[in-house]
């Protein structure tokens, strides 16, 4: 697979992956989480908004292997 194909195809997935984590961070946190007190409501979008970032740095670093 070529490098731009790559990036292609990697875009994609990264933008869907994005949506649907995003939809599914705000469903748990709106159904979940808002009876919670304000700390653990505080940690959960803290983690929950830092977590996606594992997933997608693998995925760019897969976009940018060489040739």
Request: hydrophobic letters at 60%; proline letters at 3%.
């Amino acid at each position: 697979m070529t490098n731009r194909t790559r990036k292609f195809f990697g875009a994609i997935i990264l933008l869907a992956f994005l949506a649907v984590y995003a939809t599914l961070a705000m469903a748990i946190g709106a159904s979940q989480v808002i009876i919670e007190s304000k700390s653990m409501q505080w940690l959960y979008f803290l983690v929950a908004g830092l977590l996606w970032v594992l997933p997608a740095g693998l995925l760019v670093r897969w976009m940018q292997k060489p040739d």
